[in-house]
């Protein structure tokens, strides 16, 4: 996205509602409200929200792209001190201008690594055409069930945004004509404007910048090419994917600008809790209770897996509250292969009532059972109980 007069005129802050120095949680958790609140699907036939749920997005574009930002805050520092914009008093006069090319001498991104002042003599916008854009990225989220998450699934997600005309195929002309080249800036879509010993460039008033004449606007979308509108996506989540993991589909966001590539489209992953199993990065987790007597004499006990096949683990004597048992590749799908392991951890049960001759066992083995002789021991000395 080149810098362009509406970084002047708009303040992407104040659209999102933070601070200048916000970080960048800060300014994500704004744009994810906002964007919830103002969703089209949350408010149909709400002009005024479709309207702020796109300026919201426009805002998000750029502060949540470091390097836009840095380009955004640069070029709103300069009209700020009369260095451009509006022709105001001291300024160089980009009114209206792409300030494309002058952040692209400031902080090179590949179009040249000139200083602040280099590069502004003769003309740098001769022969120059409109540059291409990729198109803004498009969200939206996606909840899965446990199981769905390890196993994968393929699913159609709504999305809302711009997207390319079905009427004249995205290129703005109505049916059956075509775009023609500008004949004031023979495509360039760009200006070039001499001030003595500087050149700056400014948007073509004939053809708004585009490089393009459209004789015959579409009726659809007016000339534009797109319109916002909702659409459905297949998406192919892949197993194994954890919950709070965001999946890139490409080229399926808003359509790009002259002659730019599509942006793409990223989905949240909200995975649902199981009521037994956990997660703990590719291995899977799992709680069974045991009694204390199969605790102090050993055991097998049968389990669940999330792969469905029930496996027996032993427990040995002896085994205390809390101890792990591993059972090998029966966890969630890796990404370079194989599986994680299914982690099993056994908790003593203990009962809150008992019967009365449970109770008279129970008395009868306490007096037997030398643990609180030896804790006295431990805490407190040798001597005691001597």
């Not at 408010?43 to 380009?71: C, I, M, T, W």
């Not at 004499?297 to 049968?302: A, S």
């Not at 669940?304 to 002896?318: E, L, N, Q």
Request: aromatic share 6%; charged share 25%.
């Amino acid at each position: 996205m080149a810098p362009q007069r509406e970084w002047l005129e708009k303040n992407y802050y104040d659209v999102l509602g933070v601070a200048q120095d916000a970080s960048a949680d800060e300014i994500k958790k704004a744009y994810r409200r906002l964007a919830r609140e103002n969703h089209p699907d949350a408010n149909p036939d709400d002009g005024q929200a479709e309207r702020r749920f796109k300026e919201v997005g426009e805002a998000y574009s750029v502060l949540g792209d470091h390097s836009r930002r840095r380009e955004y805050d640069e070029i709103r520092r300069l009209g700020a001190t009369g260095f451009g914009g509006g022709g105001a008093p001291g300024g160089f006069g980009f009114d209206g201008g792409d300030l494309g090319d002058l952040l692209s001498q400031m902080f090179g991104n590949g179009r040249g690594q000139a200083g602040p002042t280099a590069g502004f003599t003769g003309s740098p916008f001769a022969g120059r055409r409109t540059q291409s854009r990729k198109g803004a990225d498009l969200r939206a989220d996606v909840h899965l069930t446990f199981e769905d998450a390890l196993a994968g699934v393929r699913t159609t997600l709504r999305v809302t945004g711009d997207g390319a005309c079905e009427t004249c195929k995205g290129n703005g002309a109505a049916p059956g004509t075509v775009p023609v080249t500008c004949g004031v800036c023979g495509g360039r879509g760009q200006i070039a404007i001499d001030q003595g010993p500087f050149s700056f460039a400014q948007p073509c008033q004939a053809c708004g910048g585009r490089g393009q004449q459209i004789p015959n606007p579409c009726g659809t979308c007016g000339g534009s090419g797109r319109v916002v509108k909702p659409r459905e996506l297949n998406v192919r989540v892949p197993a194994g994917v954890k919950d709070g993991a965001v999946i890139r589909v490409p080229g399926r966001g808003g359509p790009g600008s002259g002659g730019g590539p599509s942006g793409d489209v990223l989905v949240s992953v909200h995975v649902a809790p199981h009521p037994h199993f956990g997660r703990r990065g590719d291995d899977v987790t799992l709680e069974v209770p045991i009694s204390f007597s199969e605790a102090v004499l050993g055991t097998k006990v049968t389990v669940p897996t999330p792969s469905g096949h029930a496996r027996t683990i032993k427990v040995p004597a002896g085994t205390s509250s809390g101890r792990t048992f591993r059972i090998r590749g029966e966890g969630a799908p890796s990404r370079g292969g194989g599986h994680g392991d299914l982690l099993v951890t056994v908790k003593v049960h203990v009962p809150g009532k008992v019967g009365r001759d449970q109770k008279r066992l129970l008395q009868e083995l306490g007096e037997l059972d030398q643990t609180p002789i030896e804790r006295e021991r431990l805490l407190f000395g040798s001597d005691v109980g001597s």
